[in-house]
């Protein structure tokens, strides 16, 4: 009960690593390599985790799909060449931001983009106990959470991207073409861009830093850590925002089961 004992998911995955650890030489004798998987809300926590794990997840492969938004390591985000709402054309193999195509939103009126969950500025985030008291020691010493970037660009994490999850039901951001990909089973509306719900992709000014929809955000993500000299692999899968279609990827088997 997270209420009662402020034990939150970071720590969960801490725990559960250290267990498989603690148990990989009796338990688990044939225990190769421990891999931790998300996907939409589960590829925030695992990318976040991933990121200010202190050290659990140095042994583990991370594999991602299809965030909703990221958090930057870093102060700069994408042109908008790069986050355009434009008409929609399917990316299969993806095509990375260049590096030339971030800048700083400082002088440009984006006030709290770069606050958490966006990005690392902990200044205003709450770390009492029972809300994000696992970022306290990142926030007490800012030396501890610039540190943690190098310690980040050696983690073993890989993402896999659909490649039409561009839909984005939210007033004023349907794109042309997309349409037929965002009619889903058991969608009630005239566009769903979560399964059968609609208006769930964040619209908010620091997610629409990031990219208009979740393909654009995670090659926008992939492509901000390649600047920070971290070459995460990636890979596609053809399909929209469906869990199904990422765990029967060949990318899922490959980099997961194998």
């Known amino acids: 009960d997270s209420h009662s004992s402020h034990i939150s998911s970071f720590e969960v995955l801490d725990r559960l ?30 990318s976040r985790w991933a990121f200010f794990s202190p050290s659990y997840a140095d042994g583990a492969r991370i594999v991602v799909s299809d965030c909703n938004t990221y958090t930057f390591p870093g ?37 709290g983009y770069n606050d958490y969950k966006y990005g690392t500025d902990l200044r205003n985030t709450n770390t009492a ?16 959470l610039s540190s943690q970037l190098g310690v980040f660009k050696k983690r073993d994490v890989r993402f896999i991207l659909g490649t039409l999850d ?31 719900k609609h208006r769930v992709v964040d619209v908010s000014d620091p997610a629409v ?35 199904a279609k990422f765990i029967s990827s060949s990318a899922f088997k490959r980099w997961m089961l194998q």
Request: some cysteine; charged content about 20%.
């Open 17 to 46: 690593i250290q267990i498989l650890e603690a148990k990989r030489r009796k338990t688990f004798p044939n225990l190769g390599r421990i891999a931790v998987a998300g996907f939409s809300a589960g590829c925030q926590l695992v």
């Open 75 to 111: 102060l700069r985000r994408p042109k908008k060449a790069c986050r355009a709402n434009t008409t929609y054309v399917p990316v299969n193999p993806i095509r990375l931001c260049s590096p030339g195509n971030f800048f700083d939103p400082r002088p440009f009126g984006h006030a």
């Open 129 to 144: 106990p029972g809300q994000y008291s696992y970022l306290r020691e990142y926030k007490d010493d800012p030396g501890k």
């Open 166 to 196: 561009v839909c984005n039901c939210n007033k004023g951001w349907s794109l042309q073409g997309q349409d037929t990909n965002c009619q889903t089973s058991g969608c009630r509306y005239s566009c769903c861009d979560t399964g059968s």
């Open 209 to 243: 830093l990031q990219g208009a929809n979740r393909l654009q955000r995670g090659i926008n993500y992939i492509s901000y850590l390649h600047t920070e000299g971290m070459y995460a692999p990636y890979d596609t899968f053809i399909g929209g925002h469906e869990f």
